[in-house]
């Protein structure tokens, strides 16, 4: 199969993910927000880290906002380390309704794929990923289980593994380490499907 058909493919997923049509009467960009700021970590739920994301316009990006933020799937919180920061954050709503997403659909055909090819296969779209964004001139997104800037810190007083991120200097949680960040830099090889990241106490 040449580079082509490859390309194509990647498309044709995206398509049939994203839909055509309104369902649940959330147009296609509306539930491309809804998907994000489920996966987007603490670093990256803002209108500006979503419109790089997406590489639309700040101003488009805050359209969609406004518009989810009306009809109560979205809510604002103050950043707890800097008040003048505003995270977006999913409401109950918005997490029953994703539930029915049509983009669960490719999260099962991926589900089909041999155990020994999840991690290959995720790593090769990272590099295309990778090779477009910088052809684009755009931020690369990407987790922090293959971020250069997860660091391993000493381990805490219950004597449990914990993390750190090198660009903000601020510990994450283990559960947080696969949510997508603005600030990634590809970095390491993507572990296996079900595989945790294990750094070992000092």
């Not at 058909?5 to 009467?25: F, K």
Request: net charge neutral; glycine share 8%; aromatic share 6%.
């Amino acid at each position: 199969m040449d580079s082509r058909a490859i390309a194509e493919l990647v498309l044709q997923l995206g398509r049939i993910a994203s839909g055509e049509a309104l369902v649940e009467g959330l147009t296609p960009v509306q539930w491309a927000g809804l998907r994000y700021f489920a996966r987007a970590n603490r670093f990256s739920r803002t209108p500006s880290a979503f419109a790089a994301f997406h590489g639309t316009t700040r101003g488009t990006a805050s359209q969609t906002i406004k518009n989810l933020e009306a009809q109560g799937y979205l809510t604002r919180m103050r950043s707890e380390t800097d008040r003048r920061s505003v995270h977006l954050v999913l409401t109950e709503k918005a997490r029953a309704i994703l539930e029915n997403d049509l983009f669960e659909s490719l999260v099962r055909a991926a589900d089909t794929l041999p155990p020994g090819v999840h991690g290959q296969f995720a790593n090769a779209l990272q590099r295309m990923v990778g090779q477009v964004a910088l052809e684009r001139g755009i931020p690369t997104f990407g987790s922090c289980a293959s971020c250069t800037h997860l660091e391993g810190d000493d381990c805490s007083r219950q004597r449990q593994e914990s993390y750190v991120c090198g660009f903000s200097s601020e510990p994450l949680l283990l559960e947080e380490l696969d949510g997508v960040c603005i600030n990634f830099v590809h970095g390491k090889t993507l572990p296996e499907r079900g595989a945790l990241i294990k750094i070992s106490p000092r």
